[in-house]
């Protein structure tokens, strides 16, 4: 009889110990968060591992996740996080029964690799981004002392001789407190955070886009087909793809915004304020975006009309010179608030095509995910090489001299888009009926221009398929083929031809290096 209530005590005790670790994780990680609202929300140790381990995992492992959770990636990366914080804080809980102390230091030794990552973090700004983590594993550690010495404290008025009794009352008490201080911690934490990110929502809010000295074109009426199930011709701002390695998106006043262009070759170096740029003569252009991760027939891919910039004419008054006429620079490396590093070809910039700093995206300022307030972009090339988000930096450099972030993880230095083509209609595995079906998509070839889209059916010759109207070189053209469907299984392949007379290949090839090729196909079923 003795021997079973012990080892049930031994049960329950292991229990609560566990119980003690997971209060002492959540204590850690709420108070964190308290003290990551004060010092940078960016700061905090699940965001600071977080981008850690974005920067530290290989291209093929990110690329999968990226085809694999699509845009919720960062959120199964941060509660993957969580839940390995999870477990291990039931391991120091149990570990912390037998050694008190070695338990609490677990904590602390924790709480140093959550303040590394913060500190070490390309945005970080000084050591006061390791305090979060410090301030919330010091609590999780004496939260953890604390509640196991409960476990081993005799009950205040235990009866006599009743074995090893322990204070139920007083660790169920200390237990409570700590989980409600600690819910309160992170609350308050919460409201100060979202709290700070009001000025970039107000500076926003207040932006008067000026009209564009230099209008786009209206997008001709030929240029958007009435097929149900194709793209729409302009990507809407909220449904735009979203690629980036961001855990906490950038809130930038743009009252506070300085940008600055220097470095090799730049004679007069500027430095901007938002104002400048919206007093500036400003283009609107209709701009295509892809992402070099888009697998052939992926989603990473949108179109939208922007207004910004020109940057050519920037770097000019700057006195920058493209290598074509003598500069010293081939490469311009743009910078983000949040420590990102894009490369870009000086020459592209200069040549004549629309890049530009954005500041409007489909006649709004740029939402905060797509880089508000201002963000690059240069028609014809992946996102990867021309698009910083949240710029604040351009710096004028050489393809020698500097490794941007994607190019030191083994992605191309110089990266164009590449001529494709996507069956939005029908899709994969649909069972349309016998009879004309609409087949229909988009085809893409930035700063070339579509010449030319077919369609293939299983092995059959390819066909032309009818061209919607071109907006500009730098968009994106719509196609549709209206097949004669008989019953059975089918295969549907597209292919696009640019301007250049370069026919999208067949050879498929991985996202890495320097993006996908290959053409799409669609199996459908005719019933
Ligand atoms: N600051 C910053 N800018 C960035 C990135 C990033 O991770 N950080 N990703 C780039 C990539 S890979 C692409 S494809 C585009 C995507 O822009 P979007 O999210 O507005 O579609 O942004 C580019 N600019
Ligand atoms: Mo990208």
Wanted: proline content about 7%.
């Amino acid at each position: 009889m003795g021997d079973v209530r012990i080892s049930r005590t031994t049960l329950v005790r292991g229990g609560l110990a566990a119980l003690s670790g997971l209060l002492s994780g959540y204590a850690a990680l709420a108070v964190a968060e308290l003290v990551s609202a004060a010092v940078r929300p960016e700061a905090g140790p699940v965001t600071a591992v977080g981008g850690a381990a974005v920067d530290r995992t290989p291209a093929p492992v990110k690329d999968w996740a990226i085809r694999t959770f699509g845009e919720n990636d960062k959120l199964v990366l941060q509660l993957g996080i969580v839940a390995t914080l999870g477990a291990l804080a039931l391991a120091l809980g149990v570990l912390a029964l037998r050694h008190r102390r070695a338990g609490s230091a677990g904590v602390l030794v924790f709480g140093a690799v959550g303040a590394a990552a913060a500190v070490s973090r390309p945005d970080a700004t000084g050591p006061a981004d390791g305090l979060p983590s410090l301030a919330g594993a010091v609590a999780g550690a004496i939260v953890l002392y604390v509640l196991i010495g409960m476990l081993d404290r005799p009950r205040p008025r235990a009866a006599e001789g009743r074995g090893s009794g322990w204070d139920r009352r007083g660790f169920l008490i200390a237990a409570t407190a700590a989980g409600v201080a600690a819910t309160g911690a992170g609350a308050l934490g919460r409201t100060l955070g979202s709290r700070r990110g009001r000025s970039a929502v107000a500076s926003r809010a207040a932006v008067r886009l000026p009209r564009p000295a230099s209008p786009a074109a209206p997008i001709p009426p030929g240029a958007r087909l009435r097929v149900p199930g194709i793209s729409a011709f302009t990507t809407p701002s909220d449904t735009f793809y979203r690629v980036d390695t961001a855990l906490v998106v950038p809130r930038v006043d743009a009252g506070a915004w300085r940008m600055r262009i220097h470095g090799k070759g730049v004679r007069r170096p500027l430095t901007l304020t938002f104002q400048d740029l919206l007093s500036r003569e400003l283009i609107e252009r209709d701009i295509t975006l892809t992402c070099v991760s888009n697998e052939v027939g992926g989603p990473y891919v949108g179109n939208a009309r922007w207004i910004g910039v020109p940057l050519a004419d920037l770097l000019r008054e700057a006195g920058v010179r493209p290598p074509s006429r003598g500069g010293p620079a081939d490469q311009l490396v743009a910078r983000s608030v949040d420590g990102m590093t894009l490369g870009t070809p000086v020459e592209d910039v200069m040549d004549g095509r629309d890049a530009m700093l954005a500041v409007g995206m489909n006649g709004e300022p740029l939402t905060f995910v797509h880089g508000f307030p201002v963000r690059m972009l240069v028609p014809g090339l992946y996102g990867y090489v021309s698009a910083c988000k949240w710029i604040e930096d351009i710096e004028l450099t050489t393809f020698d001299d500097y490794d941007p972030y994607w190019v030191k993880r083994k992605w191309a230095q110089k990266a164009p888009v590449k001529t494709q083509s996507r069956i939005d209609t029908p899709k994969p595995f649909a069972r349309p009926k016998a009879g004309t079906v609409m087949v229909a998509g988009v085809a893409w070839a930035q700063h070339r221009g579509i010449e030319r889209v077919e369609v293939r059916v299983d092995d059959g010759p390819w066909r032309p398929a009818d061209l919607a109207d071109q907006d500009t070189v730098d968009t994106w053209r719509q196609w549709s083929f209206p097949w004669k469907a008989t019953p059975g299984g089918h295969t549907l392949t597209v292919r696009a031809t640019d301007r250049t007379g370069t026919v999208q290949t067949g050879k498929r090839t991985h996202t890495a290096p320097d993006g996908a090729s290959g053409r799409h196909s669609v199996v459908v079923t005719v019933d």
